[in-house]
């Protein structure tokens, strides 16, 4: 089945530093990477879709001057989290979705998850 | 109204129990349909697709109505493993494929 990993798996870092999130399609290429934010108790926000070669489309409010993405390669897309503060503190999840031979959509496939802890 | 619904939940099942899922989204142009299950601070991951003529992996069932734009999963004989977060999910348009998640539904199965 189609994987995808992500790295760093957890992350805990002072206030005011960026951090580079990883995420990786191993066994297929994905033209479109999607980055979720999910805090306790709630539900995925999407905050992204990550089209390679070109610039991400970002959802209604999140700063894309503070989460930078980048979408170099087919199997690649990074997720940086810029002068991070606490309330940044979340679970980031990417996912990637496989196209079908016919170019259809298909299901999402998730990386596992960052855990970003900003003190 | 939101695009996808699903009910509220929680869902408090004893195992054994038949538990069914209802999700309802508002776009007809919606081309696919998903059942993904989120275990508390994991990722999602796909339990099924969704098929016009109804599919069925073991335990689980999931259904598709496209007239009346409703989906649902049915589990049967719950088991204590089967307690997580179930996310209804809709891919929806043309060519851009915008993908659309339920605010999921929390099943507990307790012994």
């Known amino acids: 089945g189609a994987v995808v990993s992500q790295h760093p798996s957890w992350v805990i870092c002072k206030s005011g530093t960026s951090v580079k999130i990883e995420c990786r399609s191993l066994d297929f290429q994905a033209t479109t990477m999607f980055w979720y934010r999910q805090f306790p108790k709630q539900s995925l926000m999407l905050m992204a879709t990550?089209?390679?070669?070109?610039?991400?489309?970002?959802e209604q409010g999140v700063e894309k001057d503070k989460f930078l993405i980048n979408h170099a390669s087919l199997t690649l897309s990074t997720l940086t989290v810029t002068s991070a503060h606490p309330e940044d503190s979340s679970f980031y999840i990417c996912?990637?979705?496989?196209?079908?031979?016919?170019?259809?959509?298909?299901?999402?496939?998730f990386g596992p998850g960052t855990r970003l802890t900003v003190t | 109204r939101k695009e996808v619904e699903q009910d509220p939940g929680p869902f408090n099942v004893p195992e054994g129990a038949t538990v069914a899922f209802n999700c309802t989204y508002s776009n007809s142009a919606s081309q696919s349909f998903f059942w993904y299950r989120q275990d508390c601070r994991k990722e999602p991951k796909l339990l099924m697709s969704?098929?016009?003529s109804g599919n069925e992996d073991g335990r689980f069932t999931a259904q598709l109505n496209r007239a009346s734009q409703y989906i649902s999963l049915l589990i049967r004989d719950s088991k204590l493993s089967d307690s997580a977060t179930y996310l209804c999910v809709v891919n929806q348009g043309t060519g851009g494929f915008k993908t659309i998640f339920g605010a999921g539904t929390r099943l507990f199965v307790k012994a």
């Open positions: 990550s089209n390679e070669g070109s610039k991400a489309t970002y």
């Open positions: 969704v098929y016009s």
């Open positions: 996912s990637a979705r496989d196209l079908g031979a016919a170019g259809q959509s298909y299901e999402q496939y």
